[in-house]
């Protein structure tokens, strides 16, 4: 089975214009997923299942109406038309039924998927937001390789509409303000992860890459954002030699630093914020070692979203269990002034500057913890995907026996800030029924009809019992559940309109 829907809604569908529609579709050797609907216009095909070439039978409701058949690419480009064509993967079937007057025009797409896809199952529940799901696939921390590694686009019903092998871990897939599909990973025949850019469903188009601002830094995955203008934020990551012993670590340890760069189209340096000096060791809850390179990581830096209402960045730090704000340009908040590059608030942490109003946790906390998502919506509201992990640790600085414990259920948790009167207000909330902690990757997406989309994480490995993706909408019904196979995760999941 390459994929399974369960639906119960009739808010997905896109009827066909009058005189256009199809009264069947077939692919000779191949069975359609889902099975043919004519209100829907996306279906998928294995392509193990097919010969070298494969008829194609399409008919239309009006006999009268005229029926074109040709072959593409999935980023677009024609190879061939007529009724046998060579359906392999990486290519569409394309039909298209003009009516009998010529005034309408309908497009219906079979999408041939190879035989690593992962499978997925689409429960739609109720009327979801408009829209495409973006994400990408890589296998648990078992490194079990069934399934090939996919940038991928499901329509809603669950329908793969578009998808690349990316060989690498793909990370942050998304639509940008441009219409660009991006995520972070390798460009074609590149080795160091950099910010990998599309046209839209298009070939690769170009990579941002960071900027040398100090030697050693090297690209962070979590985040990549492109601005209207062609500029890119991306997140950097370099060690120093840092005597550590007044935090009980060694006279020389390698530290490991972050930072969030704004990079112009033309690669040069426009802008720069970095963890060093501005993020206390005092003030975080403990340090851990990176077992994969032995630097002390202190911040953790995991998501950077720009303010709608003033510009400035949201960055998330997530062993501080802190979200911050960062001054882009000079400004005024709550009558206080800020240079670019100060932190105005700091939400969570040690350091806080915001008491938490509704939301006790367990442990004897308040607010979000090892939280991997933080996306401001405007009039200081801020959506948080709070993983619900708090570690603790119990001895020198390094040691790597860590108490871990969870302060409940992963979430979405939105909160109303009042700056001047240092409150966060729990304003909503929705968690994964008993799923406890999430460990790794999460996120939450506010959607146009108020709605909101939350990803998982490392959460969904665990197979059909936890969803890769939930959506509830604005009431807080859940409206979609989106599953991937045990032991496969998908780092962020996020929605955009149709192109």
């Avoid at 409701?61 to 999935?74: F, G, K, M, N, W």
């Avoid at 298009?202 to 030697?215: D, K, Q, T």
């Avoid at 979203?305 to 998330?316: E, K, L, M, N, R």
């Avoid at 913890?369 to 996306?375: D, F």
């Amino acid at each position: 089975m390459i994929f399974s829907i369960l639906w119960a809604c009739t808010g997905v569908s896109h009827p066909p214009p009058a005189g256009a529609a199809l009264a069947s579709l077939s692919i000779a050797g191949a069975t359609l997923q889902p099975a043919f609907i004519a209100s829907h216009d996306g279906f998928s095909v294995g392509a193990a299942s097919l010969g070298a070439t494969s008829a194609v039978t399409a008919v239309p409701e009006d006999p009268d109406a005229v029926v074109a058949v040709h072959l593409e690419t999935l980023e677009g480009e024609r190879i061939d038309s007529g009724t046998e064509l060579a359906l392999t993967d990486g290519r569409k079937v394309v039909v298209q039924v003009t009516s009998a007057d010529g005034e309408n025009t309908s497009t219906t797409e079979v999408i041939a998927l190879p035989s690593d896809f992962p499978p997925i199952e689409l429960q739609v529940l109720g009327e979801q937001d408009a829209g495409w799901l973006y994400l990408a696939n890589f296998e648990g921390f078992t490194n079990d390789n069934t399934y090939g590694r996919y940038a991928m686009v499901l329509d809603e019903l669950g329908v793969p509409r578009w998808y690349r092998d990316t060989v690498a871990p793909a990370f942050d897939l998304r639509r940008q303000a441009g219409g660009e599909l991006t995520w972070v990973g390798l460009p074609p025949g590149g080795q160091d992860y950099v910010g990998v850019v599309n046209d839209t469903f298009g070939a690769f188009s170009h990579a941002v890459e960071l900027a040398e601002s100090r030697p050693g830094l090297e690209t962070d995955v979590h985040e990549f954002v492109l601005q209207e203008d062609g500029s890119g934020l991306l997140i950097g990551a370099w060690v120093e030699t840092t005597d550590l012993t007044p935090w009980g670590g060694p006279a020389s340890a390698p530290l490991l630093h972050q930072l969030v760069q704004e990079v112009t189209p033309s690669g040069e340096l426009a802008f720069e914020w970095s963890t060093k000096g501005n993020v206390d060791l005092d003030t975080i809850p403990q340090i851990i070692v990176d077992a994969g390179t032995g630097a002390f990581e202190y911040s953790h830096i995991n998501s950077v979203t720009v303010d709608p209402d003033d510009g400035a960045w949201v960055i998330s730090l997530r062993l501080a269990h802190q979200v911050i704000k960062v001054a882009r340009e000079a400004m005024t908040v709550a009558g206080a002034d800020y240079a670019p590059g100060d932190i105005v608030w700091r939400l969570g942490g040690a350091d806080t500057d915001f008491t938490f109003v509704g939301d006790d946790r367990g442990l004897g906390l308040q607010g979000f913890y090892s939280q991997h998502t933080a996306r401001p919506l405007g009039g200081d509201r801020i959506l948080v995907f709070d993983n619900a992990l708090w570690r603790e640790n119990r001895g020198d600085l390094g040691n790597p026996d860590l108490v871990v414990d969870a302060t409940g259920d992963a979430r979405m948790v939105e909160y109303q800030l009042d700056v001047a009167a240092g409150t966060a207000t729990l304003v909503d909330s929705f968690a994964l029924p008993s799923a406890g902690a999430v460990a790794a990757g999460g996120s939450t997406q506010r959607l146009p009809a108020g709605g909101t989309l939350v990803g998982w994480g490392d959460k969904s490995k665990d197979g059909a019992q936890f969803p890769a993706a939930t959506e509830i909408d604005a009431t807080g019904a859940v409206v979609m559940e989106m599953f991937l196979p045990t032991n496969v995760w998908s780092y962020r999941v996020f929605r955009f309109p149709r192109p």
